[in-house]
């Protein structure tokens, strides 16, 4: 009803628009919408989120703060789990994957829930010290504004799928006051392309976007001004790449294997309880592990390593040995991606974007002070914490150029960018020869879903077998006679017939060719049965097969057409020439 009316409400003015407005202004203008809600979205997020945890923090006693670490984290995730329950239906579907699935499979459609269920679960989460960070939140709801916004709109798919992506973009933009970064990300990571028409909509909502990030004083999460760096440290550039790269093959596959033990577990409650434990132990041995971490690596970069091992139970030893400061650096370093993966299987929300540069960053403090602990040489050890952190984004998340942008503009300027270029491209190209696929897309290639880098392959994942399989097939029994196929041949349009038994099940097909001489021997009309004409299929596709890997059966066993089963209960035929008529369908949509 509400949506009648403001359907109605709208259709004078985007009638006007369709006389005065041409739909390249159009679309600019609307990005410009989706940055301001995108940014309003991030700030109000991330202010709140500070502000949450500094109350929280503040308002138990210091003696008692241990403690609370502890506990927090679980209430987080029962809070998130519960409204997870009560106002989402117990779906909320976390991080970019599902939005890049929005993308590829449903015409960059976005749920409307998405509008405030990634940034309410988040908040809880995080704001009670989940080690998880709010940059996938951030770029989902900004891609949910676009998307929805533009069915509002009545825009069209192409341009719905440029505003989903102008929605991500201005998300990270607003983060960091970055908005070369933000549309890099998009492009990366959401969009997985860049043609000339989508770049200035997108640069103006991600500009727009920090626009309302810097009015509101936001600020960014850290900054380092910095305007040289030593040209003899090049070898060690490149080995801080290949620790960068090694350190993000093992964030990607621990993720990946605890959210398969996670979806093993079963119950919501005892997720909550037994993850909530395992995090709380976590931080109360390791407090850099509790929430973002960003303040860490503000430690960091200003020269207050020692901060590591404020108010945990190695505090005592903070003025004895430095190798306690480093344990705790790689233990906190190595821990993180656990701490992310319990918070987010236990049910909580949030991401891997934080929690890589929150990592390479301890990564990048630990070899430089190693280094300088050597004798062999001196080096700036905030160059290699910038430096880790754009390495192992740029692994985790194979995005090199976002990386690199991301780190320029936070450091003030590009004195750093040929280091950072050796770092995340080595990172990046070896990351990449281990786990071809980063922790947004990995679930969806396994799933069959692939839209990146590839325009053919991408096609073809905006289509299913489900809406392409034909059902006007007329089946067949196998106890049915000759004589009763021959009465079917006469009233089908069909030369394939498939034969199932009672249950439905796909037993095997006849074709008009294979039966075709016994179609004049009428003495066996009474005598002869399909399961004696009958043969297998050559293949049989299932319901969630992707149409790549069918297409290509098709072609190696030379056949028009294969039976579709669900289960192995008959479905339909799916045909070649469905298939090719689909691609070319989405072929003309890509091009208008």
Not at 135 to 163: D, F, H, K, M, Y
Request: hydrophobic share 50%.
């Amino acid at each position: 009803m509400a949506k009648n009316i403001v359907h109605r409400l709208l259709s004078p003015l985007l009638l006007w628009r369709l006389r005065h407005i041409n739909n390249r202004v159009y679309l600019i203008l609307v990005s410009i919408l989706v940055g301001l809600m995108a940014g309003l979205t991030a700030v109000l997020l991330k202010g709140s989120v500070h502000g949450a945890q500094e109350f929280l923090y503040s308002w138990v006693p210091e003696e008692k703060r241990v403690f609370a670490l502890f506990l927090y984290p679980i209430i987080g995730i029962a809070l998130s789990v519960l409204f997870t329950r009560y106002f989402l239906d117990g779906n909320l579907s976390r991080g970019l994957g599902p939005v890049i699935y929005n993308i590829a499979r449903q015409s960059s459609i976005v749920p409307r829930s998405k509008l405030y269920s990634q940034v309410v679960t988040s908040f809880l989460t995080v704001s009670f010290g989940g080690s998880a960070g709010l940059e996938a939140p951030i770029s989902v709801t900004g891609a949910a504004q676009g998307s929805n916004l533009a069915r509002l709109l009545r825009v069209g798919p192409r341009e719905r799928r440029l505003l989903v992506g102008c929605g991500a973009a201005a998300g990270v933009a607003a983060i960091f006051n970055s908005p070369i970064a933000g549309v890099l990300f998009a492009v990366e990571v959401v969009l997985g392309e860049l043609s000339a028409p989508f770049f200035i909509p997108l640069l103006i909502s991600a500009a727009t976007a920090t626009v309302v990030s810097k009015a509101l004083f936001a600020g960014q999460p850290f900054v380092l001004i910095t305007t040289s760096w030593p040209v003899d440290a090049v070898p060690f550039y490149v080995t801080l790449g290949l620790c960068t790269a090694m350190l993000s093959v093992y964030m990607i596959r621990v993720y990946f294997a605890s959210e398969k033990f996670f979806e093993r577990w079963p119950g919501a409650f005892r997720r909550v309880m037994l993850g909530g434990l395992a995090l709380g132990v976590l931080v109360f041995l390791f407090p850099p592990l509790y929430g973002e971490g960003y303040n860490i690596v503000q430690s960091l970069l200003a020269g207050k390593g020692q901060e590591l091992i404020n108010g945990s139970i190695f505090a005592v030893y903070r003025d004895e040995n430095v190798w306690i400061l480093l344990a705790v650096a790689t233990a906190s370093m190595l821990l993180k991606v656990f701490a992310t993966t319990i918070t987010v299987g236990a049910g909580g929300n949030g991401g891997m974007f934080g929690s890589s540069l929150f990592a390479g960053a301890l990564l990048g403090f630990v070899f430089a002070r190693l280094i300088n602990m050597s004798g062999l040489t001196t080096v700036p050890e905030v160059h290699f914490i910038v430096l880790g952190m754009a390495g192992v984004l740029a692994g985790v998340v194979h995005a090199p150029l976002t990386a690199i942008f991301l780190i320029a503009e936070i450091t003030g300027g590009y004195a750093l960018f040929v280091p950072l270029m050796l770092v995340t491209s080595s990172s990046y190209v070896i990351t990449r020869y281990f786990e071809p696929y980063s922790v947004y897309t990995r679930k969806l290639v396994q799933r069959g879903v692939y839209m990146h880098k590839d325009r053919d392959r991408g096609l073809l994942a905006q289509m299913d077998v489900p809406h392409l399989t034909q059902t006007d097939f007329v089946a067949v029994h196998p106890d049915d006679t000759l004589g009763d196929l021959v009465q079917t041949f006469r009233h089908a349009s069909r030369n394939i017939f498939p034969v199932t038994d009672q249950d439905g099940q796909l037993v095997g097909v006849v074709t008009l060719d294979t039966v075709r001489d016994a179609l004049f021997d009428d003495q066996h009309y009474t005598t002869t049965r399909v399961r004696d004409l009958m043969t297998e299929p050559p293949a049989t596709v299932n319901t969630d097969d992707s149409l790549l890997d069918t297409l290509r059966c098709m072609e190696q066993l030379g056949v028009p057409a294969l039976p579709v089963v669900d289960h192995g209960h008959y479905v339909g035929f799916l045909l070649k020439s469905t298939i090719l008529a689909g691609y070319r369908k989405q072929l003309l949509k890509e091009m208008e």
